[in-house]
């Protein structure tokens, strides 16, 4: 882990919330269409998959495997972060690194149960890579269903939110005046 707190201060968890969400409107597609991975490997996208259904897990309601996280993850590597790619897979497997010789017969973090894969999350939730994953689950899981994740709008259906009054301007003071001006234009 010791190089994982250089990946704080990268571009890779600055992510825009706006720009990934555009990025993932292709992972709906190959979500909802069960296309193959276009960035990660089988075995990336597994490894993801695991973590992102401890993150949300799948308890009484769906959790991040069945709104399909693993593609907002595709995509976002893909292609906002495609050159960082390389960085993303040497901190995974210093992540998961770790596995091997603390778990008998484990290699993989999707070989251990829930109760060790739990135990080894808590061990890393401090880490930058971690929070960096955290946020892109939740955001593959609560994004608007036409950027990716969010798989039948199972994330809002889970707070109550029927998307009425989403992405719906004015946002603020200045954007009130902009769009009264562009009414008036009209």
Same mark, same amino acid.
């Given at each position: 882990?010791?190089n =994982?707190g250089?990946?704080? /201060?990268s571009?890779?968890?600055? #992510?825009?919330?706006? $720009?990934?969400? &555009?990025?993932?409107?292709? &992972?709906?597609?190959?979500r909802?269409?069960?296309? &193959?991975? +276009?960035?990660?490997?089988?075995a990336e996208?597994?490894?993801?998959?695991? #973590?992102s259904?401890?993150?949300l897990?799948?308890? !009484?309601t769906? /959790? $991040?495997?069945e $709104?399909?996280?693993?593609?907002?993850f595709?995509?976002?590597l893909g292609? +906002?972060?495609?050159g960082q790619?390389?960085?993303?897979? &040497?901190?995974?497997?210093?992540?998961?690194?770790? #596995?091997? /010789?603390?778990?008998?017969?484990?290699k993989?973090f999707?070989d251990?149960?829930?109760?060790d894969q739990?135990?080894?999350?808590? !061990?890393?939730d401090?880490?930058?890579?971690?929070?960096m994953?955290?946020?892109?689950?939740?955001?593959?899981f609560?994004?608007?269903? =036409?950027? /990716?994740?969010n798989k039948?709008? #199972?994330?809002?259906k889970?707070i109550g939110?029927?998307?009425?009054?989403a992405?719906q301007?004015?946002?603020?003071?200045?954007? $009130? +005046?902009y769009m009264q001006?562009?009414?008036?234009d009209?």
């Open positions: 882990m010791g =994982s250089a990946l704080a /201060g571009s890779l968890l600055r #992510i825009s919330v706006p $720009a990934a969400l &555009a990025l993932a409107e292709t &992972a709906c597609t190959a909802d269409e069960a296309h &193959a991975y +276009q960035t990660l490997t089988s996208a597994r490894e993801l998959d695991a #973590i259904a401890r993150i897990p799948t308890t !009484d769906p /959790g $991040a495997r $709104a399909g996280v693993v593609y907002f595709d995509t976002v292609d +906002q972060f495609a790619l390389g960085g993303f897979r &040497a901190l995974m497997g210093q992540f998961l690194g770790g #596995i091997e /010789g603390r778990f008998a017969g484990a993989m999707s251990l149960n829930e109760t739990d135990a080894y999350l808590t !061990d890393h401090k880490t930058p890579f971690f929070g994953l955290h946020a892109f689950t939740m955001m593959g609560f994004a608007m269903s =036409s950027y /990716g994740g039948d709008n #199972i994330g809002w889970l939110f029927d998307g009425r009054g992405a301007p004015p946002f603020g003071y200045y954007d $009130a +005046q001006g562009e009414r008036d009209d």
